[in-house]
């Protein structure tokens, strides 16, 4: 099976990111694609395995395998959490629905870590621009504010909001380059703080709910597995033989 059959006939979820889910799109943004889609579970048992990952085959389209999708999310990869958050669904089934009703289960008091690491990296770049060019790349600056707003909010709540609401002046006047360097540094290390502060009293749990998880994956997989091969209950007993 061809990776772009596994997108086209297997997707289970599928969203907008970038600027147009985060609600600071403008006429010139490009529209980001993401999914998650299901490979066949009789596609594991040969020796050649389904990638975890497909770009395309649209532009800017990028789709993860479902596993490889929750092992990330697990490990609170800001991209992927920000991927089940998004408000613009164009794509959903059953097994999709069940995705989106374990977001919880994915968060964790790791999203620290992982979010202000991103936030590190992406920090770095911009000093490098500055010490090079002079000035930020301001939408990356933009960004990066929006990413650590998102991490202290996630702490303070226990819920992740994507949406900049009303408050997208605020960063397209970043973006724009009509607010300073100095101030934009300003906020960023104000957003640190705030970020480690909420750290100390966040609801979140100390680690995600990997039981949940694994068992959701579990039960995926076998429906697949009953769904696609065609001796159901020689294919029932192997997967009742390995729970056991």
Same mark, same amino acid.
């Given at each position: ?10 997707t ?8 147009? &889910? ?44 479902l ?7 697990? $490990? ?15 794509r ?18 790791r999203?620290? @870590? ?9 920090? $770095?770049?911009? @000093? ?8 930020p ?8 504010? /929006? ?5 202290? @909010? ?12 009303d ?8 973006? /724009? ?20 502060? &909420? ?12 039981? $949940?998880? !694994? ?6 997989? /076998?429906?697949?597995?009953? %769904? ?9 007993? !192997?997967?009742?033989? %390995?729970?056991?």
């Amino acid at each position: 099976m061809e990776p772009e059959d596994l997108v086209r006939d297997h997707t289970i979820y599928a969203c907008v990111m970038g600027s147009r &889910a985060f609600g600071l799109a403008t006429e010139d943004s490009d529209t980001d694609r993401r999914g998650v889609f299901l490979a066949p579970t009789p596609l594991f048992w040969g020796l050649a395995k389904p990638p975890t990952h497909v770009e395309g085959p649209g532009e800017e389209q990028f789709s993860w395998e479902l596993e490889r999708f929750c092992e990330l999310a697990l $490990r609170a990869n800001p991209n992927i959490l920000e991927c089940l958050h998004s408000p613009l669904v164009e794509r959903l089934d059953d097994t999709g629905r069940e995705l989106l009703a374990l977001r919880g289960a994915f968060l964790s008091r790791r999203a620290y @870590d992982s979010f202000t690491g991103y936030a590190l990296a992406q920090r $770095r770049k911009l @000093d490098a621009d500055v010490r090079v060019h002079g000035a930020p790349r301001w939408k990356h600056a933009m960004h990066l504010l /929006r990413l650590l707003t998102s991490a202290r @909010d996630l702490l303070r709540t226990g819920e992740l909001t994507i949406g900049v609401g009303d408050r997208r002046a605020e960063f397209l006047a970043v973006k /724009r380059g009509e607010v300073s360097w100095a101030e934009a540094e300003s906020r960023m290390a104000r957003l640190a703080e705030e970020t480690e502060r &909420a750290l100390h009293g966040t609801p979140l749990p100390a680690e995600p709910d990997h039981a $949940r998880v !694994a068992d959701f994956l579990f039960r995926t997989r /076998r429906a697949s597995a009953l %769904r696609t091969h065609p001796d159901h209950q020689t294919v029932q007993g !192997a997967v009742r033989a %390995r729970r056991c």
